[in-house]
């Protein structure tokens, strides 16, 4: 069953923290559900999930009026031994009770129009959503050799969540728990293993057991029956496929499980078909609305396809990497027409080379009709090829979607996986729910 991350295990030394945390970052984009009014967000009072409560860290119930204010001083160091207690509020970045809960913040954007002018874009949370959405972060630090144990801060943790997951807010509530993912520094020859290898290494044993523990809390205490959709990057997907393997896969909690977004994660099928690679029952996503299936690819700008040196793509035991092109899920055809870039980020090494549009207020910049992506299988890759349409005298620019260090190591264009067409990644899932109008 080979899977997954084979990232890390060319990059050269001097690059390696760039690499890894281009694994990291990047993805928004929007759905036919945003309104295209201007103004600000009016969001509504926190709704404990439908009413659905939550628990504290001694394990009682907190009312349905209660929110917990969220101090993560005493997560400054969670040490390496020992099982986190998922009880404690604070080690969830999202999660309904708390506050501050950055799923429930501002996710407004400026759409740049064709014509040179700009308009907001308010972004509309679904105060009692129907469904849940569990998201699992990809690498953010930098800086270490050892696993991420000091959670006090989480500004690096924010990047991916709000860029990726926070947009998801507009149909499902968004459950993203902290976890001692594996973290690097130049000269680090570690790496992330994939299937069969995580639970063998004592540092990504240990992200995994914190990832199934975060999901078993979460189905014990949060889910009650609910339909949820589990959404990963990098090596967030890594662990959330090989937690799914156990987890997931061979269970009748599969039949819960409206999708799962893995992407950047290399997840494998048996050639030409669907299923057998990296999961023996969860099959790739094929028609729009189908479930309990997956939403797998990495890409390639159709300009820079896959080097020889590529991470992404190939598997190398003669599985082909998945891949399913989201506008045809959202039964759109053409150019994405949400594709979202944030304004500000917070980790230096994850900025794309063309910085974003200046005197913009909002959180987010949006394009529409600048990106057109396709599956494709090429000198033995099968990836997502993204494809830039503007024109070269478009007054909208270039879009920040380019990082051609990570892109000299063989990540292609991973750090924008989500960015593409998570307008569109957010339809397919609401179809897949089973909203009209989607």
């Known amino acids: 069953m080979a899977c997954v991350a084979s990232w890390l295990i060319s990059l050269s030394a001097s690059w390696q923290p760039l690499a890894i945390g281009s694994l990291a970052l990047m993805g928004t984009l929007e759905v036919g559900c945003t309104s295209n009014t201007a103004g600000s967000t009016n969001l509504q009072p926190i709704n404990l999930d439908g009413g659905r409560g939550v628990v504290d860290a001694a394990g009682g119930g907190v009312a349905e009026a209660s929110v917990v204010h969220i101090d993560r001083s005493h997560l400054a160091d969670a040490g390496t031994t020992g099982r986190l207690d998922y009880g404690d509020p604070a080690l969830w970045v999202c999660r309904p009770g708390i506050d501050p809960n950055p799923c ?25 959503p ?7 972060y990809p690498t953010v630090l930098l800086t270490s050799n050892a696993n991420m144990t000091d959670f006090s801060d989480i500004s690096l943790v924010l990047d991916p969540l709000l860029a990726q997951a926070g947009r998801f807010s507009e149909i499902c509530e968004i459950y993203a728990p902290l976890y001692r993912q594996l973290s690097f520094t130049p000269g680090d020859a570690g790496a992330v293993t994939g299937d069969g290898g995580l639970a063998s290494n004592p540092r990504e044993a240990l992200a995994l057991q914190d990832v199934r523990d975060a999901f078993q809390y979460y189905l014990k205490n949060f889910n009650q029956g609910r339909k949820f959709v589990l959404m990963g990057h990098s090596q967030g997907s890594v662990m959330l496929t090989s937690m799914m393997q156990t987890d997931v896969d061979p269970l009748p909690i599969r039949s819960q499980m409206i999708s799962a977004l893995l992407l950047g994660g290399g997840e494998t099928v048996a050639p030409g078909r669907t299923v057998g690679g990296t999961f023996q029952n969860i099959t790739t996503c094929t028609v729009p609305g189908q479930t309990s299936c997956m939403i797998a690819y990495s890409s390639y700008d159709v300009k820079s396809p896959p080097p020889a040196n590529a991470l992404f793509g190939k598997s ?118 089973g909203f009209s109008g989607q």
């Open 104 to 128: 429930y913040g501002n996710m407004d954007a400026t759409e740049l129009l064709a014509d040179g002018g700009r308009r907001v874009v308010v972004h509309q949370r679904d105060v009692n």
């Open 316 to 433: 190398p035991n003669g599985e082909q990497v998945a891949c399913t092109e989201p506008g045809a899920l959202a039964l759109e055809t053409g150019p994405y027409q949400g594709t979202f870039f944030p304004v500000t980020i917070n980790n230096p090494l994850l900025k794309p080379d063309m910085p974003p549009p200046q005197n913009v207020e909002t959180p987010f910049v949006l394009y529409r009709g600048v990106f057109q992506g396709n599956c494709v299988m090429k000198n033995g890759f099968s990836y997502l090829e993204i494809a830039l349409l503007e024109e070269p005298d478009d007054p909208r620019g270039v879009p920040p979607y380019k990082n051609s260090a990570a892109e000299s190591l063989g990540f292609g264009t991973h750090i924008a996986d989500y960015n593409f067409a998570l307008g569109e990644l957010i339809q397919a899932v609401a179809k897949q729910a």
């Open 130 to 136: 129907r469904f849940d959405c569990f998201y699992v």
